[in-house]
């Protein structure tokens, strides 16, 4: 059923699922929702299983006229919103009727927002995914960023019952300062100094930031002598973090399927929403942490994302 | 560095939800043969929490799922699983033939590669053209075929910054690799020539002309047939 038609397309909206997995061996990347926390969130609030599609937006959102009746959440990234010209806020479930005309303005803090629609957004799904994965042309709609006069499908949803909310505490801040968490390895051991000046160091995010990966600048990072700069290619996978000829990191994200790089480290999996938030010209520092550690970080995040299904079924 | 297959899988960490297991450390088809037995062995087996393996040159990327399963219980079973390894049938590769226009606009690495061997570039296109390459992995963008068996006399890094965009059908080299990019992309190998075949086409129900274990032969031919085969591949 038509559900929005879109008016301005905002500066690169597309549709993504939590990705297309089993078919990196043929150069096919993950894709999907680069800020899981704040896409699972998002479906959660209206009411769809967390694994539905939905829009994901960057820096400027777009402006959608909505042709029937239903819920919709703004998470992620904080931006103005407006619902027939009157403020809303995200983290919330809002509901539309038709004719009413959502306007995802700009950004004051984060970098991608995700907008969920009860039902989830409906696109035909290739190789077991709804994710665009805008490189391959392929996914979502039409395998392209949205553009004006596109019209927007979604499934058979249901309307809440009684609108929802995520408590405040649970809303991630967005700094423009970010710490980012990361295991040693693939090939640490290609490293020494280097490792420490990873860890040490601060770095900016260049202008050279989207879906593939982040290329930073700081001081470089060495390789230790007697080893090879670059290695016979192998699968990447998001978070890794990548040490090309010219010693400045990279960090890969989820439209990258294999490199020929060393990694020196691996940004923890749960702190990949926080890259999805940062904006060229932020810092980062890098942390270590040990492997029990990160998987901790992950169940407890797994813990919290199950708590907040829990809340909301049970005000159902 | 010693060629072969390791005695011994090398374990590396990749992350909390990646364990990537070598089997050598070195572009050779006996390596790459076991990387193909055992992808094929575990993804028959899928011990619980395992999510995806990815084969590639010689080792395998394995994803799981922390919640299931940890790196220690993997090592284990996939140790196992290696040594209980003999007599897996693998599929007949098939050979596919690439036509290649090598050199100018469309090969604007070719004669940095030619100077830096002291070869002219009709050298540096016969030596390309000669063998029939083994995939040995498909990657990076949609059908990206990773290729060993590449001529010592053409071995050349990557570009020391990697370029934002490479047209589609470029054929390139990297150190002791060559490839073929299917779709326009950022990348940094050395640009020799450009195939003007669609490697990647997703509305057809096999997308991809070739699979990893398949092999490529490079075929030269002129701007003229270039144009000829692009125009009939766009119809």
């Not at chain 1, 007697?226 to 960090?251: F, M």
């Not at chain 2, 068996?149 to 965009?165: A, F, I, Q, V």
Request: glycine content about 10%; charged content about 20%.
């Amino acid at each position: 059923m038509d559900t929005f038609l879109v008016l301005t397309p905002g500066s690169y909206s597309t549709i993504q699922d939590k990705g297309r997995f089993g078919y990196q061996h043929l150069g096919i990347p993950i894709s999907g929702a680069l800020d899981t926390y704040a896409y699972r969130i998002a479906n959660l609030l209206v009411g769809n299983p967390e694994d539905s599609a939905v829009l994901e937006v960057t820096v400027v959102g777009p402006q959608l006229a909505f042709l029937k009746e239903t819920y919709v959440a703004l998470t992620g990234a904080d931006m103005e919103m407006t619902l027939n010209f009157t403020p809303v806020e995200c983290w919330k479930s809002i509901r539309v009727e038709p004719g009413d005309v959502l306007n995802i303005q700009s950004i004051r803090s984060g970098c991608r927002g995700y907008l969920s629609v009860a039902g989830g957004i409906a696109v035909p799904r290739v190789m077991g995914s709804c994710s665009t994965y805008v490189g391959g042309k392929i996914g979502g709609y039409k395998g392209r960023p949205l553009i004006k006069g596109d019209v927007v499908q979604t499934g058979r949803g249901f309307l809440l019952t009684s609108p929802k909310q995520l408590p405040k505490s649970l809303i991630p801040r967005y700094s423009d300062e970010i710490q980012l968490r990361a295991v040693p390895g693939p090939q640490d051991d290609f490293f020494d100094e280097g490792l420490m000046t990873l860890f040490e160091a601060e770095y900016t995010v260049t202008n050279n930031a989207d879906r593939m990966g982040y290329r930073l600048q700081g001081p470089p990072i060495i390789h230790r002598d007697n080893v090879p700069r670059s290695i016979i290619s192998e699968p990447t996978i998001p978070g890794g973090i990548q040490i090309p000829a010219d010693n400045q990191p990279i960090i890969l994200l989820v439209e990258q399927t294999v490199g020929g790089y060393t990694k020196i480290a691996t940004v923890i999996s749960t702190d990949i929403s926080k890259i999805a938030q940062i904006m060229p010209g932020n810092t980062i520092r890098f942390k270590r942490v040990d492997l029990d550690t990160a998987h901790a970080i992950y169940a407890e995040n797994e813990r919290m994302i199950r708590q907040v299904s829990n809340l909301f079924s049970n005000q159902q | 560095m010693a060629g072969g297959i390791f005695e011994k899988a090398k374990f590396r960490i990749a992350g909390d939800r990646g364990l990537l297991v070598e089997y050598g450390e070195t572009i050779d088809p006996g390596v790459n043969q076991k990387v193909r037995s055992m992808t094929m062995v575990v993804e028959k087996n899928m011990p619980d929490g395992i999510k995806e393996v990815i084969p590639t040159y010689r080792s395998i990327l394995v994803l799981y799922d922390p919640a299931v399963t940890t790196p220690t219980v993997l090592q284990e079973k996939l140790t196992a699983m290696e040594e209980r390894l003999s007599g897996i049938d693998i599929p007949p590769p098939k050979v596919v033939d690439i036509p290649v226009c090598y050199g100018g606009e469309f090969g604007p690495d070719i004669d940095y590669v030619a100077e830096s061997h002291g070869l002219s570039v009709k050298e540096v296109v016969r030596i390309h053209s000669e063998p029939e390459y083994l995939i040995y992995m498909v990657g990076f963008t949609p059908g990206f075929p990773f290729l060993g068996g590449l001529s010592e006399k053409l071995h050349t890094p990557r570009l020391e910054t990697p370029r934002t965009s490479v047209p589609a059908g470029s054929v390139g080299i990297a150190n002791n690799q060559t490839g073929i990019y299917p779709i326009t992309s950022p990348g940094g190998w050395q640009l020799i020539g450009r195939t003007p075949l669609r490697l990647f086409s997703p509305e057809r129900v096999n997308p991809f002309l070739y699979q990893a274990g398949d092999r490529i032969r490079f075929k030269p031919i002129s701007s003229e047939e270039y144009d000829r085969l692009a125009k009939e591949g766009g119809e």
